[in-house]
């Protein structure tokens, strides 16, 4: 079995209500080992015997059949976290700056992202691997800023997700563990 991080986009915020009770109970129904909820913005390790883009699939139409909305996630094994982390320059813990990471299930948007994000003036981005981008935003500001704001428009609804560093982390702590 291999230990993934599955990371929910867009619950607890714009009407999508998710208690992460109940999103275990409906996980549990799932071929799925060591499942675990981590906060409540939609970060879920667990272990399966399938690979990631199986897992995504069985995720999504789970998501949709049990709570009736339009879900996507993004899916990443223990390794490409880990590896997400070491890469990232910005570190997980700054009082005036905090460091997110766009992730996506398609290489190629974050491209695009990276691409219309580097032609914002004042934005930092650093790509941390195929399925990740990283960006500094000064705390307290994070929605105000202007990649965040590029990065929610609905084109990349689909496909990514953002989290903050520290969100990675637990979750990679959380599959260790």
């Known amino acids: 079995m291999s230990n993934f991080a599955v990371f929910l986009r867009g619950i607890n915020v714009g009407g999508i209500n998710l208690k992460m009770a109940d999103l275990r109970t409906a996980l549990a129904t799932l071929p799925l080992g060591r499942v675990k909820t981590l906060l409540a913005s939609g970060n879920v390790v667990c272990s399966a015997d399938v690979g990631a883009v199986e897992l995504k699939a069985m995720a999504e139409k789970l998501l949709r059949d049990t709570f009736g909305y339009e879900a996507w ?77 590029l990065s929610a428009r609905p084109r990349y609804k689909s496909t990514t997700t953002t989290r903050n560093l520290r969100t990675l982390l637990k979750c990679r702590d959380a599959m260790a563990g």
Do not use: M, N
């Open 73 to 149: 996630v993004v899916v990443l094994d223990q390794a490409q976290v880990e590896a997400i982390i070491e890469a990232c320059p910005w570190p997980a813990d700054d009082a005036s700056t905090h460091s997110y990471v766009t992730l996506s299930s398609d290489p190629a948007v974050l491209d695009e992202l990276a691409r219309h994000g580097s032609e914002i003036p004042g934005v930092e981005l650093a790509r941390l691997s195929p399925e990740a981008l990283a960006w500094p935003a000064a705390a307290g500001g994070t929605l105000d800023s202007p990649f965040s704001k």
